[in-house]
C-alpha cells in the first residue's frame, strides 16, 4: 500500500509527517518504506539518518543531431511537443533542459540524424534506517526535469508493505507524478490563510486524479478554525490535528525524529497510524 504525504506548499511539516509516520509505522511491526521524491530539495535523510547501500545515476535521453546526415527537413522540430528541438534556416538547434526524452524526434527523423545520447540529471539512493527501508531522489543543481527522476524513484519502490511518498510541494507536475497510483494522499496543512489557500489547490489536483484523500493539520492551534471549517463544508476527513508545540519544533530543528525525542509525539503518531489503518478508504 503506497500513502503519499503531499502539502500545496512547502514549510507546512509535510516531511515531518512522513518521516515520523514511518517510523511510528516501523516500530508497529510493518514493513515500512519511506520514499524521498522531493527530488529538488530531499531532507529526510537528515531526520532518518540512513545508511545509504548504493547510489545510482539516472538519466534522460537527450537527442543529438548528425549535422552530416540531417537536410534540415524540419520533422523534428514539428513533432517536439515540448520546443526542444527546433530546425531554424535549415539549422537544428537542441535544449536539452527542455527535452523529456520521449524520442519522437528520433523516431521521425527520414535521415537517421538523431541519436539519443544520456544525459544525467541526478541519483537515485537505497539504503536503510533501523528497520525502515530508504528510497530517495536528488536532482542534480540548476536540473529542471525533476519528473523523469521522480519516475525511477517510484520504479524502485517494493511491491510489498507500506510505502510512505513525502512528495514535493506544491501541485504542479512533479507533485502529480509522485502522487499517482498512490492509494492514498495525506495533506497536511497548517491553521492559516497561507494553508487554506495552498489546502485548496491540493484538494483540487488530488481529486481531479481521483486518489483517496484526508487533511493532517500540522501546528493546530497555530491559527484560526479555518481548514477544519473548509473541510466540513466540502465532506473532507481530517484524519488528524497535530498539536503546536514548541519542544517539536526545537527537535526538528535538530534534526531529531519528534515521535523518538517526545512520548507524546509518538502517541500522536500512533493514532494517526492507527486512522489510516482503518480506514479502509485508504487501502
Ligand atoms: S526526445 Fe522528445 S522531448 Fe526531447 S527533443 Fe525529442 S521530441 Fe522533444
Ligand atoms: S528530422 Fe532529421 S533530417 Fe529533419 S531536420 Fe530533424 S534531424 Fe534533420
Redesign the pocket.
Known sequence: MRIAVASGKGGTGKTTIAVNLAYTMSKNGEDVVYVDCDVEEPNGHLFLKPAIEEVKEIGVLNPA?DET?????????KVCRFSA?V?IS?K?LTFPELCHGCGA?SL????D??EEIKRPIGVLETGTSDSIGYIAGRLNIREAMPVPLIAQVKKAIPDNGITIIDAPPGTSCPVIEAVKNCGYVILVTEPTPFGINDLKLAVDMVKSLDIPFGVVVNRAEAGDNSVQEFCALENIEVIYEIPNDRLAAEKYSQGDLICVAIPDFMKHFKMLSDKLMCNSLAF
Open positions: 543531431v546526415k540531417c537536410d534540415g527537413c524540419g520533422e523534428c522540430g528541438i530546425v535549415s537544428v524526434c521521425v527523423c527520414p535521415k540524424a538523431v
